[in-house]
Nanobody, 119 residues
Framework: QVQLVESGGGLVQPGGSLRLSCAAS????????MRWYRQAPRKERELVAA????????NYADSVKGRFTISRDNAKNTVYLQMNSLKPEDTAVYLC????????????WGQGTQVTVSS
């Protein structure tokens, strides 16, 4: 039973911070790259941040670079997204994704957690 469960979303004022968590189970977490996506109404799903299986390399969307930090703890089967200096345009459902890039490729998705940035 593969499961990805996001938590940590909520309502925050502009300039505030949130830390999202994604707890994984049912697969070998340490072999998968992990990604955070977000989806806002009437927008395409956007890749926000990614981290390699061992945590040695990260990538970010230009819109969040310098404000967001992705990290992982393979001992806890958990990936995090620290979000600072939040802006209203960061409002979206944030989704956790696990990716195994080798044949046969595999993707797992969580249900998402809502982040709302508003005053």
């Amino acid at each position: 039973q593969v499961q990805l469960v996001e938590s940590g979303g909520g309502l925050v004022q502009p300039g505030g911070s949130l830390r999202l968590s994604c707890a994984a189970s049912g697969f070998t977490f340490s072999r998968y790259a992990m990604r955070w996506y977000r989806q806002a109404p009437r927008k395409e799903r956007e890749l926000v941040a990614a981290i390699t299986s061992a945590g040695g390399m990260t990538n970010y969307a230009d819109s969040v670079k310098g404000r967001f930090t992705i990290s992982r703890d393979n001992a806890k089967n958990t990936v995090y997204l620290q979000m600072n200096s939040l802006k209203p345009e960061d409002t979206a459902v944030y989704l956790c994704n696990a990716n195994f890039p080798y044949q046969p490729t595999t993707d797992y998705w969580g249900q998402g957690t809502q982040v709302t940035v508003s005053s």
